[in-house]
C-alpha cells in the first residue's frame, strides 16, 4: 500500500539555521506531494506541493522538489524563523480511483531565539 | 471566504451518550474526510466521501458513522462514544481534478474539535 515516512522530531534549531525535513514515500503510479504545517492549537494547512516528477514547490521560504527516483519529497529552508515554529507533516494523493491521502507521523520544529 | 468550518470545537461528554459532530465546507468539493490526531500517531482518516450518498471506511472507522446528504456537509457521529475516543477529530474537503484516473487535489481543513469522552 502507499505510505509516508518522515524523519523523527522534535527538531530543535537557532533562528536563522537551515532546515531539512526528510520525506519519502512508497506508492504507485504518480502520485502528488504535499507538505502541511500544523501551528499550535490551529489545523492544517497547505505549504506546498509539486504534481509531477521533478517539479519543485515552494512558499515563504520553504522549498520541496519532487524526486521520483529517490521516491523523496524533502522540505527545505535556508533561514528557520521563531514563527516557524509548527509540526509539518508530508503527504501524497495516489492517482488511483478510491485511494485516499496519506500523511505522514509529522515532524515537529522548535526554533529558539 | 472559502472555508470549512467543524462545530463544536471543545466538547466534553460522557461514555454512550450520542453526538454528532459537524462539518461544512463552501468551496463546492466533491470530496470530504475526517480524521484523528492522536500524540505519536499522526492523522488517521475514519471515514470519507467522493461525493453525496458516496461514502467509506478509512483506516480507523470502528464506533463511527457518517452521512452526505447533501454535497457540502459531512457529519461524524459517535453512536456510543467511548474514552478511547477522545482525540483531536479534523474535517477536510477537496475537489477531485477532472480528467485523473482519481486522487485528490489539496485537502482543505477546519479548525478541528477537541472531543474529550469521560
Known amino acids: 500500500g502507499n505510505s509516508v515516512t518522515q524523519m523523527e522530531g522534535p527538531v530543535t534549531l537557532s533562528e536563522e539555521a537551515f532546515l531539512t525535513i526528510n520525506c519519502t514515500y512508497t506508492a504507485t503510479g504518480y502520485p502528488s506531494l504535499f507538505w502541511y504545517v500544523q501551528y499550535p492549537g490551529e489545523g492544517l494547512q497547505l505549504l506546498l506541493k509539486?504534481?509531477?516528477?521533478?517539479d519543485k514547490g515552494s512558499n515563504k521560504g520553504f522549498e520541496a522538489t519532487y524526486r521520483k527516483e529517490t521516491t523523496s519529497f524533502h522540505l527545505e529552508k535556508g533561514s528557520v524563523q521563531v514563527s516557524d515554529s509548527a509540526v509539518y507533516f508530508c503527504a501524497l494523493s495516489p492517482d488511483n480511483y478510491g485511494q485516499n491521502f496519506v500523511f505522514g507521523p509529522g515532524t515537529r520544529l522548535s526554533v529558539l531565539p | 471566504e472559502a472555508q470549512v468550518t467543524q462545530n463544536p470545537r471543545y466538547l466534553i461528554t460522557v461514555t454512550g451518550k450520542k453526538l454528532t459532530v459537524t462539518c461544512s465546507q463552501n468551496m463546492n468539493h466533491e470530496y470530504m474526510s475526517w480524521y484523528r490526531q492522536d500524540p505519536g500517531l499522526g492523522l488517521r482518516q475514519i471515514y470519507y466521501?467522493?461525493?453525496?450518498?458516496?461514502?467509506d471506511k478509512g483506516d480507523v472507522p470502528e464506533g463511527y458513522k457518517v452521512s452526505r446528504k447533501e454535497k457540502r456537509n459531512f457529519p461524524l457521529i459517535l453512536e456510543s462514544p467511548s474514552p478511547n475516543q477522545t482525540s483531536l477529530y479534523f474535517c477536510?474537503?477537496?475537489?477531485?481534478?477532472?480528467?485523473?484516473?482519481?486522487?485528490?487535489?489539496?485537502?482543505?481543513f477546519g479548525p478541528g474539535t477537541r472531543l474529550t469522552v469521560l
Open positions: 477536510a474537503s477537496s475537489f477531485i481534478p477532472s480528467g485523473l484516473a482519481g486522487g485528490t487535489d489539496t485537502q482543505y
Open positions: 466521501s467522493m461525493n453525496v450518498e458516496v461514502t
Open positions: 509539486a504534481t509531477k516528477a521533478d
